[in-house]
């Protein structure tokens, strides 16, 4: 399937307006979960702290699913609900349409997702030739942020068109990352795209945190020495909640669920909830930093 951007244009030089969505009471906190490469967790780590965020915290969630691979809703298959509509589409007219008119729920209270869609590889290509490419899904999230507490992006493993487009939509970064001394020059790639984009297209993004996943808590001097090295190399920004090794969230994702159905018990459920709630207070104390500085300045 191939998306007509050409028309999208037509459209909009023709005067078409955005489509009329009644603005919510919300605004969003738009976190994206990013990393240079797939194994790390980056999906498994979306979808359980979306669901965390909307069972304990009392939130309303959209999880993003931007990777063209739908791990999202793959993950998620036997919760979502049916509908929605197709995401490649409202990213190449952001102008006439906003990312909450194709979203769906699904049976978790307070979680909704935007549907898998094949088309977005095209839709990536496509994309990347365009003038101001780095600000759609910020412009097509206007009025969608103003339904939510929180809207988690799942990117795909890469740098390319739709991380940065996420990183300039988004107000923090997460990023997953193995224990592994490998770590080290995978998260700084990430962190160096982060800067750039700091620089030139979202100046307010921050940097949520580096979530260490997949821990083996059986090799201890091993993870202790790596552990080490990670501090030295990101300091303040290696979260002090780790997830570890646990069949229960692949098992979880085998079955099309998420890991508080699945296995509330589980140690991955617990870990997870854990960072859930590490993060939310860690976005709460930066927000509180945040006005005091703009306080100490407007005084």
Known sequence: MRIDLGSSLTAHMKGEKRKSLARGRRNAT??????QKGGVGKTTTSVTLGSAWARYHDKRVLIIDLDPQSHVNLALRDQVFTGGGSLASVLADHRSHEVEEITTAT?????????????LTD??????SKIGKEMILRKALEVTRSHYDLIVIDC????????VNALTAADYVLVPAQLSALSVSGVSGLLGAVAEVQDHL????????????????RNKKSNEAVTHVLSEAFGDLLLPVSIGVNDALSQAQMAGLDIFTYDPMSRGATHYRALADHLIRRMEALAESEDSGQ????G
């Open 30 to 35: 738009v976190i994206a979960v990013a990393a």
């Open 107 to 119: 049976d978790i209270t307070g979680l909704y997702v935007t549907p898998a869609d094949p088309a």
């Open 123 to 128: 839709a990536q290509i496509q994309l990347a």
């Open 156 to 163: 795909p493993p890469d740098v390319g068109t739709f991380t």
């Open 202 to 217: 979202n100046p307010g993004l921050q940097v949520l945190g580096v979530a260490l996943t997949r821990v083996d808590g």
């Open 295 to 298: 306080a100490r300045v407007a």
